[in-house]
């Protein structure tokens, strides 16, 4: 049973250029939060999606941020005209529905602004 | 004062020690409550999870809550060096979502052989 899968595992791009980060649910499980991990902080939330809704953006950056949950294929966290400040680790998790189920998190995309 | 505060450590215990991790929390409307554990350029790994105030056992885990004193903690006993990781507090902050958590920084654990 494979777990939450995320790619690219490492991702670097120059100031300017669009990073998209790609996440795979486990199977059976309709939820996906993403989560950003700067050095030094903890865990932030940025999105809480269902397939084809987002439910709480409340944590997600005003400009340049985006993400979607398509019908069909991975969620996908896509980042605009990327700056040093984004360098961080992206986490993916997934659950099978919400309130009582526990998040199960993939192993993070680590992007690095140049 | 922020949200929940957790002792970043690092903390180095020798094998066999049991080793108490704390977090404290501001915010009384917080009702669930985990821990998750982390291993370097790993992702979270969900370790303990409780709802209501007192303890909880799984193993060599125990976690404890203390609604009054907003204070938790989680205890591993017979510590083994393959324990030696980054333990993360989370907190549920919109009630009756568990997505969206608040984090503590996390304590860096060190178990030596």
């Known amino acids: 049973n494979a777990g939450v899968m995320q790619n690219p595992r490492h991702l670097v791009r120059r100031r300017g250029q669009e990073a998209r980060l790609r996440c795979s649910p486990m199977k059976g499980h309709s939820h996906v939060y993403w989560y950003r991990q700067l050095p030094e902080e903890g865990l932030k939330f940025m999105v809480y999606?269902?397939?084809?809704?987002?439910?709480?953006e409340s944590g997600m950056p005003k400009e340049r941020f985006s993400a979607e949950f398509p019908k069909e294929g991975p969620s996908i966290l896509r980042i605009q005209q990327v700056v040093r400040g984004d360098s961080a680790a992206y986490f993916c998790a997934s659950s099978p529905r919400d309130g009582n189920s526990p998040l199960h998190f993939g192993n993070g995309t680590r992007l690095t602004v140049t | 004062q922020k949200e929940v505060e957790q002792d970043p450590g690092p903390l180095s215990v020798p094998e066999g020690a049991i080793v108490s991790l704390n977090c404290t929390y501001s915010?009384?409307?917080?009702?669930?409550f985990m821990w998750y554990r982390q291993y370097s350029r790993k992702g979270p790994e969900l370790l303990m999870y409780?709802?209501?105030?007192g303890n909880k056992e799984d193993g060599r885990f125990t976690a404890q809550v203390d609604k009054s004193s907003k204070y938790i903690s989680l205890f591993i006993r017979d510590s083994q060096p393959s324990d030696s990781a980054t333990y993360l507090c989370a907190m549920e902050r919109v009630r009756g979502s568990q997505g969206n958590l608040i984090f503590g920084k996390g304590t860096k654990l060190s178990v030596k052989p």
């Open positions: 915010n009384s409307a917080f009702q669930y």
């Open positions: 409780t709802y209501s105030s």
């Open positions: 999606l269902q397939k084809e809704n987002i439910i709480d």
